[in-house]
Nanobody
């Protein structure tokens, strides 16, 4: 099992940047991918970005392409989500997720992930 703790959320204005962090502990040696998802009030949890461990491929939702960047620091067992040019529609709780093995589904599929953090709130004011 892997434990995930997100941090870095907050209240910002439209156009501001923000960087989220996800610190992983536990069985992190078994990792296929790490992902970020978000859930706005009254909506389903949506895919934001993912990074596969073996080749460092990255994947993004169309709504964040060109604005968000997922990256990792192996030494710190931490995954980051750099968010630039934030928009009010980016307001949501952001969750980090861990996928230990490839399961035949794309990284955007939340069913591929075993472990989830508790989330960090991001609020973007207009």
């Amino acid at each position: 099992q892997v434990q995930l703790v997100e941090s870095g959320g907050g209240l910002v204005q439209a156009g501001d940047p923000l960087r989220l962090s996800c610190a992983a502990s536990g069985r992190t040696f078994s990792t296929y991918a790490m992902g970020w998802f978000r859930q706005a009030p009254g909506k389903e949890r949506d895919f934001v970005a993912a990074l596969t461990w073996t080749d460092s491929s990255t994947y993004y939702a169309d709504s964040v392409k060109g604005r968000f960047t997922i990256s990792r620091d192996n030494a710190k067992n931490t995954v980051y989500l750099q968010m630039n040019n934030l928009k009010p529609e980016d307001t949501a709780v952001y969750y980090c997720a861990h996928q230990p093995l490839f399961r035949g589904r794309p990284p955007s599929d939340s069913r591929s992930y075993n472990s989830w953090g508790r989330g960090t709130q991001v609020t973007v004011s207009s």
